[in-house]
């Protein structure tokens, strides 16, 4: 089955800029969702987008979709020291299983 | 609602010991989903129930591993023996649909001597 692949691996910033992530996928989706995990932790849903929406907004996330390049982004706005964790993009791919599919993730570190 | 409810949260073993780990469902939820993340591998799915009946096992990395699910409220993850590569986190998730947002719990952090 397809994999999401985020990009980059790591990503480091500073507080108060932001932090964009991607996901790019191979064949058509029903839905891509984004998680977080800290460390430690278990997974946490942030954000689902469905095949028929370009964008979604929940609170300082913004996610965005395009079918055509088969590629998702995820931007967090004024981040904070706490938006430290691992993103992880899941692809529900079209016609198959319908069970998403997780990728290897970007570990994310803000610094104070 | 207490999310999914996974125990034990660690475990430590010795290798040829069998190992039983459990996991409690959302209510409501019809999928039931155990995961093994490791640094090298990443989250791979072990298996997928719906509506308590195995779906999809292929990720079971061996025969030492099994999964059962009684009941909609209950889920174990068994493996019989286990061996130091075994040494991983252990997710369980659960989803009103299967294709919708999955529910994680807080993993069982195993480690195998």
């Known amino acids: 089955s397809q994999q999401g692949e985020e990009d980059p691996q790591a990503l480091s910033i500073q507080e108060g800029e932001n932090a964009t992530m991607n996901c790019s996928y191979k064949t058509s989706i029903n839905n891509l969702q984004w998680y977080r995990q800290n460390s430690g932790r278990g997974l946490v849903h942030l954000i689902l987008i469905r095949s028929n929406e370009r964008e979604k907004h929940s609170g300082r996330l913004r996610v965005t979709l395009d079918t055509s390049k088969k590629s998702s982004s995820l931007l967090i706005t004024a981040s904070r020291a706490a938006d430290t964790a691992s993103y992880f993009c899941a692809t529900v791919e079209s016609g198959g299983s319908y069970i998403p599919t997780f990728g290897r993730g970007t570990s994310l570190i803000v610094h104070p | 609602d207490a999310g999914v409810i996974q125990s034990p949260r660690h475990e430590v073993t010795e290798m040829g010991q069998e190992v039983t780990l459990r996991c409690k469902p959302i209510s409501g939820h019809d999928y039931l989903f155990w995961y093994r993340q490791t640094m090298m591998r990443g989250l791979e799915l072990l298996i997928y129930?719906?509506?308590?009946?195995?779906?999809?096992d292929s990720g079971m990395p061996e025969d030492r591993f099994s999964a059962k699910m009684p009941n909609a409220s209950f889920s174990t993850l068994k493996i019989q023996p286990s061996e130091p590569r075994d040494s991983a986190v252990y997710f369980c998730?659960?989803?009103?649909?299967?294709?919708?947002?999955?529910?994680f719990g807080p993993g069982t952090r195993l480690l195998v001597l």
């Open positions: 998730a659960s989803s009103p649909g299967g294709k919708e947002t999955q529910y």
């Open positions: 129930f719906n509506n308590n009946v195995p779906i999809d």
